[in-house]
C-alpha cells in the first residue's frame, strides 16, 4: 500500500494563478482532511469530507474549495492565489470506526507552496 | 471549537534523559487524546493514543497519561535517543466529532 500521496511535492505560484492539489488514498477510508502548516501554528483544517460526495469546512476555509467525486481522492483547489496562502500542505485519512467516528489520521508528505 | 495549548514549544534534552510535553485542552467531551510526531520534511505519524476510558498507557519507552478532571494529557518518552528528535503533536477529540484540532507543537531536541 502506498497509503496517503501528495501531488505536487512543490509548486511555486504568482499571485492571481490557480492550482489543484490532488491527495489520494489507496486504504478506503471514509475520512480525508486537508490541513496547512505554518510555522508556529501546528496544522489547522482548511476542508474535510465524511464520505464520497460531501464535503465541510474546517478552521481556514477562505480562498479554497474541494471537492471528492471519487472516494479515494480528494482535490483542494486555490482559485486565485496569494501571498498568505504559502503554507506547507497536508492531506489525511482516516477509517470509519462502528458507530460513525474515527480516530487515527494516516498524513501524506506534504505539499510545499510559495506565492510570490 | 476546541482550544488546545501545548507546552514548551521547544524542549531540549540530553540523551538518555526523559522528556514530557503536556496538552491541555477546553472541551469537555473530548474522549480521544493522540500523540503525533513529525520528522522534518515528513507528514505527522501516530506514536500513541489513549481514550478517556483510561488513564495511562505505555508503549516502550513512550506513555502517555491523561487526567480528565484537569482536562490535559502528557506525553513522556524515557530514555530519549537522537532519533527523539522531532516536532510533537497533540489532537484531542471528541467521539462524534469530524474536526481534529492540533496543539501549536513541541519541537525536541535530544543532544548525542
Redesign the interface.
Known amino acids: 500500500n502506498a497509503g496517503?500521496t501528495q501531488t505536487p511535492k512543490f509548486r511555486v505560484l504568482k499571485t492571481g494563478q490557480s492550482m489543484t492539489l490532488l491527495c489520494a488514498q489507496d486504504m478506503n477510508h471514509e475520512?480525508m482532511?486537508w490541513?496547512r502548516q505554518d510555522p508556529?501554528?501546528?496544522?489547522?483544517?482548511i476542508h474535510?469530507s465524511?464520505g464520497e460526495g460531501t464535503t465541510?469546512k474546517?478552521?481556514v476555509p477562505d480562498g479554497y474549495n474541494v471537492s471528492r467525486l471519487k472516494k479515494q481522492n480528494f482535490l483542494l483547489g486555490l482559485e486565485s492565489a496569494a501571498p498568505s496562502q504559502t503554507s506547507v500542505y497536508?492531506c489525511?485519512s482516516s477509517y470509519k470506526l462502528a458507530?460513525?467516528?474515527?480516530?487515527?489520521?494516516y498524513?501524506?508528505?506534504?505539499t510545499r507552496l510559495l506565492v510570490l | 471549537?476546541e482550544n488546545v495549548e501545548?507546552h514548551p514549544?521547544t524542549l531540549s534534552v540530553q540523551e538518555g534523559d526523559s522528556a514530557v510535553i503536556k496538552c491541555t485542552y477546553s472541551d469537555s467531551a473530548s474522549n480521544?487524546f493522540?500523540w503525533?510526531k513529525q520528522e522534518l520534511?515528513?507528514?505527522?505519524?501516530?506514536i500513541i493514543?489513549i481514550r478517556s476510558n483510561v488513564g495511562e498507557k505505555k508503549d516502550q519507552r513512550i506513555a502517555v497519561t491523561l487526567n480528565k478532571t484537569a482536562k490535559h494529557f502528557s506525553l513522556h518518552i524515557t530514555e530519549t535517543q537522537p532519533e527523539d528528535s522531532a516536532v510533537y503533536?497533540c489532537?484531542p477529540?471528541g467521539?462524534?466529532?469530524?474536526?481534529?484540532?492540533?496543539?501549536?507543537?513541541t519541537k525536541l531536541n535530544v543532544k548525542p
Open positions: 496517503v475520512y482532511y490541513y508556529g501554528m501546528g496544522l489547522r483544517l474535510y465524511v465541510a474546517g478552521e497536508f489525511a458507530g460513525g467516528s474515527q480516530e487515527t489520521q498524513f501524506g508528505p506534504g | 471549537g501545548q514549544s480521544y493522540p503525533y520534511g515528513k507528514g505527522p505519524q501516530l493514543d503533536f489532537a477529540k467521539y462524534n466529532f469530524n474536526k481534529f484540532y492540533f496543539g501549536s507543537g
